[in-house]
């Protein structure tokens, strides 16, 4: 990305990039069906999906420095950017086939004992059920994966949307510098770590997906939409970080909810269907935002429309019967 020097070989790049990005996130989580039973999935999903929140904790304040770094060696600050956030990317794809055991049989960190009981807990969930996709065409064709592949649509369209403009609205209520504007845009982030956390926890521990997911979208949506009718960085602040604190919180019960209607080959297919989908919305969101900005001359409607968005996936999936419960 950072050879890009017009418009087109910046589309062409991030194309590249996002094609070559595809398969990571629905591959980790078929990889964790692989590893982890049903009643611990959900604080486990959140565990690795900590690392998006703690993205935005370390990204916001490192991108603000990384872009002050203009001129340096003859590089623009964007280009010193995406030169040094992606070589950690390129280093740890070969660590990952070092270090990653494939499944818990060629585990040599397990003793043979733990290695027995973790396979069968995890044979014993895996054994046909009515209403479990097994093939990938099975999974293509179930229903209740297209309805949640739509859940999952409005959480990409929230959080592309909230990162793509978030310094930008910061910016409009705080003349700070782009390192100041970096520091507090993590501020939401960290309320987003915590909720993912304590609420994913809350879930493993009842065993209850559905309503941990819609409670959180509820949240999420109401502070969206409240931020639109406050003035002042602290307000909005405190409203956005409720909003990231709400839609962080969905991760972990969403996937576990949505990985009890697969599995074998379905698993992999029916991941790959529900992300797919919520790549959608991963356009929708800032584009959404962005035009609406343009069009109203403020963020106001962009704010409102996600609000409205998270609040109808949340009562969508309601709809969908909670198999976890049982697989759990």
């Known amino acids: 990305m950072m050879f890009a020097h017009d418009a087109t070989s910046f589309y062409i790049l991030r194309f590249v990039l996002g094609a070559a990005e595809a398969g990571f996130f629905p591959g980790i989580i078929y990889y964790l069906t692989r590893w982890v039973p ?5 604080r486990t999903v959140a565990s690795f999906m900590t690392a998006v929140v703690t993205a935005g904790i370390v990204g916001g304040p490192l991108s603000g420095a990384l872009l002050s770094m203009d001129g340096l060696g003859g590089l ?26 494939e499944t818990p049989a ?3 960190w397990l003793t043979d004992p733990e290695k027995s009981a973790l396979i069968s807990r995890l044979q014993q969930e895996s054994a046909p059920a009515a209403g479990r996709a097994d093939g990938v065409s099975d999974a293509l064709r179930h229903p209740w994966i297209w309805v949640l592949a739509l859940v ?32 507090l845009s993590a501020i939401p982030y960290l309320a987003g770590a915590a909720g993912m956390i304590v609420t994913s926890r809350h879930s493993d521990r009842t065993g209850e997906r559905r309503w941990h997911v819609a409670v959180a979208a509820a949240l999420a949506g109401v502070a969206f939409m409240a931020t639109a009718f406050v003035e002042g960085l602290a307000p909005s602040l405190v409203l956005l970080s409720i909003a990231m604190l709400g839609l962080a919180s969905m991760f972990g019960p969403f996937w576990t909810l949505a990985t009890s209607f697969v599995q074998g080959p379905g698993a992999a297919a029916g991941i790959a269907l529900i992300n797919s989908v919520g790549n959608v919305g991963g356009f929708v969101g800032p584009y959404g935002i962005g035009y609406l900005r343009d069009t109203t001359s403020g963020y106001s409607a962009g704010l409102m429309g996600i609000g409205a968005v998270v609040l109808a996936g949340g009562a969508l999936v309601l709809l969908v019967p909670d198999r976890s419960r049982r697989s759990g």
């Open 38 to 42: 049903a009643r611990e999935r959900a």
């Open 76 to 101: 623009a600050g964007w280009q010193w950017m995406f030169l040094l956030e992606g070589i950690p990317a390129t280093v740890l794809g070969f660590v990952v086939l070092r270090v990653l055991d």
């Open 106 to 108: 060629d585990a040599r």
């Open 152 to 183: 999952y649509f409005v959480v990409p369209v929230a959080l592309y949307g909230f990162g793509f403009f978030l310094p930008q609205i910061l910016r409009s209520t705080f003349a700070g510098t782009p390192f100041q504007i970096g520091a």
